[in-house]
């Protein structure tokens, strides 16, 4: 496989549930960000991940959990979500954290919340 | 805080009639503007990267051109598959991230 991969692609669970977002790339890249996106909304930087360490996490509710175990892999764990967390979540990768290079986007999980 | 205005929020185009997207931008320290064409059910696609003030990239039928202020999409003689969301996003001196635009939704009507 080739590009950013995320897994699932949809997801139902209710407000109780504890579920896990992943996200692999394919790119040799050492930065890995979380971003969500709302209808008629900007996209929105939740984590940012460069080489394996957290260097930003933008007032993220505690609700939501990133876990990055290599340069590779990207995870969101969720737990006890809000009807307001229903949104496109997408995962990017881009060579490193110096933000002039472009960053490269999975195709999403599009998660609703009972 | 950097910030990123794109208009218009919805462009309805007849297919071959030219016209251009704009993305006005605020950063301190423009390290590089981004944009990006996003597909219904489909997360963003990379097209081009502009660093510098009258710096030019040309991909098919779209052209990208950058100011101080702002950017232009440009797209010449579009065509029905060339229908989707367009985001620009900037990188400024002090985020680790991108900050985007809402997009403009372009449909090319055949």
């Known amino acids: 496989e080739t590009g950013v991969t995320q897994t699932p692609r949809h997801l139902v669970m209710g407000m109780t549930n504890k579920k896990s977002l992943k996200c692999e790339q394919h790119l040799g890249h050492n930065a890995m960000y979380w971003y969500k996106q709302s209808a008629k909304k900007p996209l929105e930087l939740m984590f940012v991940?460069?080489?394996?360490?957290?260097?930003e996490n933008n007032s993220v509710p505690s609700r939501f959990s990133p876990e990055c175990p290599n340069s590779s892999h990207l995870f969101l764990h969720l737990h006890t979500l809000q009807p307001e967390d229903s949104a496109l979540y997408l995962c990017a990768s881009s060579q490193d954290w110096d933000s002039n290079q472009p960053q490269h986007f999975g195709d999403g999980t599009r998660l609703s919340i009972l | 805080e950097d910030q990123v205005t794109q208009s218009p929020e919805a462009l309805r185009l007849q297919e071959g009639e030219s016209s251009s997207l704009n993305c006005s931008y605020t950063?301190?320290?423009?390290?590089?503007l981004f944009w990006y064409r996003q597909d219904p059910g489909k997360g963003p696609e990379f097209l081009f990267t502009l660093y510098s003030a009258g710096e030019e990239k040309e991909k098919e039928r779209l052209k990208a051109t950058l100011t101080k202020k702002e950017s232009f999409l440009h797209i010449t003689a579009p065509k029905p598959e060339d229908s989707a969301t367009y985001l620009c996003?900037?990188?400024?001196?002090?985020?680790?991230?991108?900050?985007f635009g809402k997009g403009t939704h372009l449909i090319i009507q055949p």
């Open positions: 996003a900037v990188s400024g001196g002090g985020a680790d991230g991108l900050t």
């Open positions: 991940y460069n080489f394996k360490e957290q260097t």
């Open positions: 950063v301190s320290g423009l390290r590089g």
